[in-house]
T-cell receptor, first 111, second 112 residues
Framework: DSGVTQTPKHLITATGQRVTLRCSPRSGDLSVYWYQQSLDQGLQFLIHYYNGEERAKGNILERFSAQQFPDLHSELNLSSLELGDSALYFC??????????FGPGTRLTVL | DAKTTQPPSMDCAEGRAANLPCNHSTISGNEYVYWYRQIHSQGPQYIIHGLKNNETNEMASLIITEDRKSSTLILPHATLRDTAVYYCIVRVYNNAGNMLTFGGGTRLMVKP
C-alpha cells in the first residue's frame, strides 16, 4: 500500500460525458502527479501540482483539467470524452524531489 | 532527460537472480537512474535509484558502470511475485518538473 488513494476504481461512461477522478496523496506530500496509461501509448505524464500550484504540464489535452485543493487532494476533470480516452489514470505523490508513490489507478472506459 | 534502452522481455527462474540491464549512454552528470516496476495493471512501484555509486535496499541492488552509461538492476532471489514490467528512468533530481518519463520497460517473467 503506497498511501495514495484514488477514487473511483472503475468508471464507465459514454462519449461526450464529463467525469472527475480524485486523488488523495500520502500524508505530508505536497506534490501530486497525474499519468495516463493506454494500451497504445504506455504511461504518459499529464500534469504536476505542488502545494496547490501547477508546476508542469505534459501531454494533457485541452479537454482535460486538474486542480489541487488546500487539503492537497487533487482532481482530474475529463470532459467531452472520446473512445480514445479509455485508459488507466494514475496519480502519484512525492514529498519533494524524491521518488514518487503511485495510487492504484482509476480505470476509465468510454463507450 | 536522457533516453534509456531496455530489452523488451526477459525470463528468470524462480529463486535465481534476475539481472535487468539498462543503457543510458547520453546521461548527464546531474541525472540519476531510477527503477520502477508495474505488476499487471497496478500503479508503478518505486524500487531504487542512484547517481554513480552502487546502491542496495531491501528490494534490489543497482549497479551503475563507472562511465554511467549503463546500469543493472539485480533482484537477488526472484519470486513469482516479481513478474512485472520494469522501467529504467533517467532524470534530474530537482524541484522543477519532476515528472517521470516511462519508456517501454522490460517485461520480466519469473518462471517456476
Amino acid at each position: 500500500d503506497s498511501g495514495v488513494t484514488q477514487t473511483p476504481k472503475h468508471l464507465i461512461t459514454a462519449t461526450g460525458q464529463r467525469v472527475t477522478l480524485r486523488c488523495s496523496p500520502r500524508s505530508g506530500d505536497l506534490s501530486v502527479y497525474w499519468y495516463q496509461q493506454s494500451l497504445d501509448q504506455g504511461l504518459q505524464f499529464l500534469i504536476h501540482y505542488y502545494n496547490g500550484e501547477e508546476r508542469a504540464k505534459g501531454n494533457i489535452l485541452e479537454r482535460f483539467s486538474a486542480q489541487q485543493f488546500p487539503d492537497l487532494h487533487s482532481e482530474l476533470n475529463l470532459s467531452s470524452l472520446e473512445l480514445g480516452d479509455s485508459a488507466l489514470y494514475f496519480c502519484a505523490s512525492s514529498g519533494g524531489v524524491g521518488e514518487q508513490f503511485f495510487g492504484p489507478g482509476t480505470r476509465l472506459t468510454v463507450l | 532527460d536522457a533516453k534509456t534502452t531496455q530489452p523488451p522481455s526477459m525470463d528468470c527462474a524462480e529463486g535465481r537472480a534476475a539481472n535487468l540491464p539498462c543503457n543510458h549512454s547520453t546521461i548527464s552528470g546531474n541525472e540519476y537512474v531510477y527503477w520502477y516496476r508495474q505488476i499487471h495493471s497496478q500503479g508503478p512501484q518505486y524500487i531504487i535509484h542512484g547517481l554513480k555509486n552502487n546502491e542496495t535496499n531491501e528490494m534490489a541492488s543497482l549497479i551503475i558502470t563507472e562511465d554511467r552509461k549503463s546500469s543493472t538492476l539485480i533482484l537477488p532471489h526472484a519470486t513469482l511475485r516479481d513478474t512485472a514490467v520494469y522501467y529504467c528512468i533517467v532524470r534530474v533530481y530537482n524541484n522543477a518538473g519532476n515528472m517521470l518519463t516511462f519508456g517501454g520497460g522490460t517485461r520480466l517473467m519469473v518462471k517456476p
